[in-house]
């Protein structure tokens, strides 16, 4: 289902009747539906006919109805109609919503054990088929009360944006913890820049929203706009913003501060994943805010950063961000995949939770992410994140984004290979390549000068925003993909694949030449 208010209801009662939820991604095709409703012996499927984004009909119900085909254990459809019943192909298993009601219906909530499982979120894995991750009553109440409630500050006063989709963790986390404590959701289906740039800010100010929710690619796409798109909504009524999905570069960071914030209100970042329900880095009101930083590690889940053998790094360095002891908030386990839950989780370091994402502090105990873990680069033997060449990428105001992977190399074991947004139209791809080399040679030592340049019109992305790198990696190698059910924009690829044609000559002056390889 889209975002709409009957998502949220359908959620609720769900978990009301003792049943577990599986949210899927509304924007799925046929195949990754299958794929989890046969995984989950799913029973029943509540969809609508037709959504609806950037001006398009989507055929949700039509979509459905091809993925079922193959689910053999789904024997209920409900079904809600937005536009015409006449228009919907009914079969013998869809049952419509019901539109009216004959007085009150008292329906008694079904008393279950505090471990019951509640919900069953997939979350794309880096091969192999997407893990089910297996959510409870207790720990998914229990999470969103210490995050949202306690870190975050969410009140019943407040009224919260946070545009996204039930098919990723936000979209029950805003469900679960705007009525668990009793603040108002305010729900908007489609995208944030659509049919007005500013789309998603109006509606905070048309509804007076206190709290809203971003990611920092957004942001970088308004910096590209200027703070001229905000004119004529009124965001007075903001008392803080939320910021998840991926680490800050520090000029959108204080772009953003300086625009939508106006040095009054604060940013406060957020990160965790599907896997441990929610946050294990948060910021909030009483900590220091320190641009692209995180205030604190989320109460109860032991974090540390540590190396390779599981030592507590000093601060300044670069290590895993791991938990040392189980969260309230995370997975009880993979969906019928406990050895693989143990060997993605537990094993890498022994005794601890390892989340895959390189972090640091600094010596005033905030926190920074530098990236995926195991998108971590070896040049010549010297290890680091993407996320830093990105920021240098980005440092130059050449780009509106940037995503690096490392590449085979036959003398330094890998090299740097960048895919680029330009800001603008590329007069001379070599020399506008040149220079974004240079600017990371500069930064980093002559040994970290990328081996390849492709410039695209945008980078391939999950639903939350996340550039997904290893696509970009497998593209660019040949290797597997992976697991593209979460990839929002899956054109992106064949973009990026057109674009390596020539990636094996050196870089020229031919201004028409897509890619741009040096020696």
Avoid at 162 to 177: A, F
Avoid at 216 to 243: F, N, W, Y
Avoid at 365 to 373: F, V
Avoid at 498 to 503: C, E, N, P, T, W
Wanted: aromatic share 6%.
């Amino acid at each position: 289902m889209p975002m709409i208010p009957e998502a949220a209801a359908a959620f609720l009662a769900i978990a009301k009747i003792g049943a577990v939820a599986m949210p899927l991604f509304s924007g799925f095709g046929p195949q990754p539906i299958t794929e989890r409703l046969i995984d989950a012996e799913a029973r029943a499927v509540i969809t609508v006919d037709v959504g609806r984004r950037r001006g398009k009909v989507l055929p949700m119900k039509e979509t459905l109805d091809r993925a079922l085909a193959a689910a053999q254990s789904v024997h209920t459809v409900v079904v809600l109609v937005r536009e015409s019943e006449e228009q919907v192909s009914w079969s013998s298993r869809d049952v419509p919503w019901p539109t009216q009601r004959d007085g009150a219906v008292d329906v008694p909530t079904e008393i279950v054990d505090a471990e019951a499982p509640v919900m069953l979120m997939y979350s794309s894995g880096t091969t192999g088929k997407p893990k089910g991750t297996v959510h409870t009553h207790c720990g998914i109440l229990a999470k969103n009360a210490l995050d949202v409630g306690l870190c975050i500050d969410l009140k019943a006063t407040d009224r919260l944006l946070w545009m996204s989709d039930m098919g990723w963790i936000v979209g029950p986390k805003i469900v679960v913890s705007a009525t668990l404590l009793g603040a108002t959701l305010v729900l908007a289906e489609g995208t944030p820049d659509w049919p007005q740039e500013a789309r998603m800010w109006q509606v905070a100010a048309d509804n007076e929203v206190t709290v809203i929710g971003i990611v920092p690619t957004m942001v970088r796409q308004m910096m590209r706009r200027g703070p001229e798109l905000l004119a004529g909504c009124d965001l007075s009524a903001l008392r803080t913003t939320i910021s998840i999905g991926e680490p800050w570069t520090p000029d959108a960071w204080i772009w953003f501060f300086e625009h939508v914030c106006k040095r009054r209100i604060p940013i406060l970042n957020y990160a965790g994943g599907t896997e441990c329900g929610g946050a294990i880095l948060i910021s909030s009101f009483l900590s220091t805010l320190r641009p692209c930083s995180f205030g604190h590690a989320v109460p109860g889940c032991g974090a540390d950063v540590v190396d390779a053998d599981g030592r507590s790094l000093p601060p300044g360095e670069i290590g895993e961000l791991v938990m040392r002891r189980p969260s309230i908030g995370m997975t009880r386990g993979l969906w019928r995949e406990s050895d693989r839950y143990i060997e993605s989780y537990w094993k890498i370091i022994p005794g601890m939770w390892v989340q895959g994402d390189l972090a640091s502090r600094d010596v005033h105990g905030a926190w920074y992410l530098h990236g995926r873990s195991d998108d971590t680069i070896k040049i010549a033997g010297k290890r680091t994140g993407p996320s830093e060449i990105e920021m240098a990428l980005m440092a130059t105001g050449l780009l509106a984004d940037a995503a690096v992977v490392g590449v085979p190399d036959a003398i330094t074991g890998s090299a740097l290979a960048c895919a680029c947004v330009p800001i603008s139209p590329i007069d001379d791809t070599a020399e506008f390549a040149q220079r974004l080399a240079c600017a990371v040679a500069d930064n980093f030592g002559a040994s970290y000068r990328p081996k390849q340049f492709i410039f695209v019109s945008e980078l391939p992305r999950t639903r939350n925003q996340k550039v997904m790198r290893r696509v970009i990696r497998g593209v660019l190698t040949g290797a597997p993909l992976g697991d593209l059910s979460s990839l929002a924009n899956p054109e992106s690829i064949e973009s990026l694949r057109s674009k390596i044609v020539f990636a094996s000559a050196v870089g020229s002056d031919t201004i028409s030449r897509p890619a741009t390889t040096f020696s």
